[in-house]
T-cell receptor, first 113, second 110 residues
């Protein structure tokens, strides 16, 4: 059974129209991560939650926000998507930070018209 | 700057033809080296964690090894179902971010 569930699998939005991507987990792990992966590139960490503590990467654009209303759910909000934001967005979980392996969902493929 | 570099970018093998993928890293105070498999349109699937030089892990036809500067993923007698992109990643010293390489795309033909 999937540990990390991302919805929707495919999302199409218009340039500048806000969009929200969803991630849920079945393991109650403390840490939830959001990555952006563009075609043929490495996943790039956007931010992570350690429990309720939000940690933003220094180079993550302000256009990207996140919410974690409870242990099981985490959302990625893109306030004004640009063409350069078209990518696969991956959610991952781990029991703790540090040297624990992360387990990924199957991602949401975001397209911008 | 912490960095992970994988080679080759792409590798084509015949079924049964063994080979190795390379992951070189420059990370201060390595806290873990991870291998993932990623199929098209899917998220990365965790394979192995290596924590110290000399450590080895095996799973079916895959074996991962670690030295102080690089890691290798050895594939013995691959099958077409082993075709995927293999990603290597290392934690930065603070342990807050996984730094991924760009991956090696493996194609195995029968």
């Amino acid at each position: 059974d999937a540990m990390v569930i991302q919805n929707p699998r495919y999302q199409v939005t218009q340039f500048g129209k806000p969009v929200t991507l969803s991630c849920s987990q079945t393991l109650n792990h403390n840490v939830m991560y959001w990555y952006q992966q563009k075609s043929s590139q490495a996943p790039k960490l956007l931010f992570h939650y350690y429990d309720k503590d939000f940690n933003n990467e220094a180079d993550t654009p302000d256009n990207f926000q996140s919410r974690r209303p409870n242990t099981s759910f985490c959302f990625l909000d893109i306030r004004s998507p640009g063409l350069g934001d078209a990518a696969m967005y991956l959610c991952a979980i781990s029991p703790d930070r540090g040297n624990q392996p992360q387990h990924f969902g199957d991602g949401t493929r975001l397209s911008i018209l | 700057e912490d960095q992970v570099t994988q080679s080759p970018e792409a590798l084509r093998l015949q079924e049964g033809e063994s080979s190795s993928l390379n992951c070189s890293y420059t990370v201060s105070g390595l806290r873990g080296l991870f291998w993932y498999r990623q199929d098209p349109g899917k998220g990365p699937e965790f394979l192995f964690t290596l924590y110290s030089a000399g450590e080895e892990k095996e799973k079916e036809r895959l074996k991962a090894t670690l030295t102080k500067k690089e890691s290798f993923l050895h594939i013995t007698a691959p099958k077409p179902e082993d075709s995927a992109t293999y990603l290597c990643a290392a934690f930065n010293q603070a342990g807050t971010a996984l730094i991924f390489g760009k991956g090696t795309t493996l194609s195995v033909s029968s």
